[in-house]
């Protein structure tokens, strides 16, 4: 079973709307805990970084939560422009390995004008 | 600028023709890592590279091997590639060890096997 699992699987929504991606996670604790932007083709680009004791991050239009005790992180875009249109991946780093991460399958947002 | 290449972009080939991806960075980066990525199944690591002449073994190793005898490149290469590893490839640099490193990730490498 997958350690970090993300949802929806996908999402439309219109220019200018707020969305919130949801990321639950098994693996705890961890070193850190990411939200990668992947445009159609390209490679993912990370977009915000928080430790295990931080629960909010922003990038811009983009800010990510974390709750712990739940074991849930959230990426919230505000405000959505065309140039949202990607998958977003939610990427947790495994304590004591340096270069062991574990993957969720992505949200992938379309947003429409 | 600062980034990861990776060649060729896209590759379509035949079962049992042994084929080389290329990876290079120029970032002076030790970690080096691929990886594939496949629909509904996230990025799954095949093999990582902590600095010239170390390499292991990832999630998905199976059919694959890679080398590191330059600190900036890290080839993976399919000796008998099946349609089973048609898949879209990603390779990723990374500095050494630090909580806030981030990986960069090349642009992929879209490979067929038919």
């Known amino acids: 079973k997958n350690q970090v699992e993300q949802s929806p699987q996908s999402l439309i929504i219109l220019e200018g709307k707020n969305c919130t991606l949801q990321c639950n996670y098994t693996v705890s604790p961890f070193s850190n805990l990411r939200w990668y932007k992947q445009d159609t083709g390209r490679g993912p680009v990370s977009l915000t970084i928080?430790?295990?004791?931080?629960n909010t991050k922003s990038n811009g239009r983009y800010t990510a939560t974390l709750d712990a005790d739940t074991k849930q992180s959230s990426l919230h875009i505000t405000a959505s422009q065309l140039s949202d249109s990607a998958s977003y991946i939610c990427?947790?780093?495994?304590?004591?390995?340096?270069?062991?991460?574990?993957f969720g399958a992505g949200t992938t947002v379309t947003v429409r004008a | 600028e600062a980034q990861v290449t990776q060649n060729p972009r896209y590759l379509i080939t035949v079962t049992g023709k042994k084929l080389t991806v290329t990876c290079s960075q120029n970032?002076?980066?030790?970690?080096m890592s691929w990886y594939r990525q496949d629909p509904g199944l996230g990025l799954r690591q095949i093999y990582y590279s902590m600095n010239v002449e170390v390499t292991d073994k990832g999630d998905v190793p199976e059919g694959y091997k890679v080398s590191r005898k330059e600190k900036r490149n890290f080839p993976l290469i399919l000796e008998s590639p099946s349609p089973n590893q048609t898949s879209l490839y990603f390779c990723a640099s990374r500095g050494r060890t630090s909580l806030y490193n981030e990986q960069f990730f090349g642009p992929g490498t879209r490979l067929t096997v038919l």
């Open positions: 990427v947790v780093r495994l304590p004591f390995n340096d270069y062991k991460l574990s």
């Open positions: 928080m430790t295990f004791s931080e």
């Open positions: 970032m002076n980066h030790e970690y």
